[in-house]
Nanobody, 125 residues
Framework: QAQLVESGGGWVQAGGSLRLSCAAS??????????MGWFRQPPGKEREFVAA????????IYGDSVKGRFTISRENAKNTVYLQMNSLKPEDTAVYYC????????????????WGQGTQVTVSS
């Protein structure tokens, strides 16, 4: 079992930056063996893929709407994954979730085994 806890959300003006963190814990959870992903759900819309990173951190993928603006990274020694969000736009407003997958890095939500509770990001124009 694993517990994922997101933090770092909040309110920011368009053009600003935020960094989200996701701390993982669990007595048998081997963090470095899991791919980690970030997803988001805008109000009234479906959940969408944002970014993912492989267990070792060497591979990353991004959703088209965030490429060039967001950066995913991880610190395996701290069991933590980050999402640096720059040049934020009002359309980035959403609840952001982190997730862990035993399988290889993927943009498909169905392959993720564990999910956090989410953190709200609000970008005002």
């Amino acid at each position: 079992q694993a517990q994922l806890v997101e933090s770092g959300g909040g309110w920011v003006q368009a053009g600003g930056s935020l960094r989200l963190s996701c701390a993982a814990s669990g007595s048998t959870f081997a963090f470095s063996t899991y791919a980690m992903g970030w997803f988001r759900q805008p109000p009234g819309k479906e959940r969408e893929f944002v970014a993912a990173i492989s267990g070792g951190g060497g591979f990353t993928i991004y959703g088209d709407s965030v490429k060039g603006r967001f950066t995913i990274s991880r610190e395996n020694a701290k069991n933590t994954v980050y999402l640096q969000m720059n040049s934020l736009k009002p359309e980035d407003t959403a609840v952001y979730y982190c997730a862990a997958s035993r399988e290889r890095i993927s943009g498909r939500a169905s392959v993720y085994n564990y999910w956090g509770q989410g953190t709200q990001v609000t970008v005002s124009s």
